[in-house]
Nanobody
């Protein structure tokens, strides 16, 4: 079972930036499509960003398009979420997710399409 570990969350002012990272020791992770989701207090978990296994195809929620970027490090062991121009409404716990299916050319935007989740990293944006 792949275990994912997120890091990089914290408290920043509106307009600031954060870089979240998701990593695992499982080598098969290198071949999985990946996604980032978030859950704000009192709300359901929502899609943020996703990529196919190689990173050639990415997708974003409308609320973060143009501000957030999902990517993999060159060695493919870490998936990052670069978050810029942060807003108070971006406050949430952010989760990394993997679909344990190798070499999938598409990305997935529904939480139901992912079978492995990290523990989450909290992000708080002050106004």
């Amino acid at each position: 079972q792949v275990q994912l570990v997120e890091s990089g969350g914290g408290l920043v002012e509106a307009g600031g930036s954060l870089r979240l990272s998701c990593t695992t020791s499982e080598r098969a992770f290198l071949l999985y499509p990946m996604g980032w989701f978030r859950q704000a207090p009192g709300k359901e978990r929502e899609f943020v960003a996703a990529m196919n296994w190689i990173g050639s195809s990415t997708g974003y929620a409308d609320s973060v398009k143009g501000r957030f970027t999902i990517s993999r490090d060159a060695d493919r062991t870490t998936v990052n979420l670069e978050m810029n121009s942060l807003k108070p409404e971006d406050t949430a716990v952010y989760y990394c997710a993997a679909r344990q299916a190798t070499l999938i050319e598409q990305y997935f935007t529904s939480a139901h399409d992912y079978d492995t989740w990290g523990q989450g990293t909290p992000v708080t944006i002050s106004s």
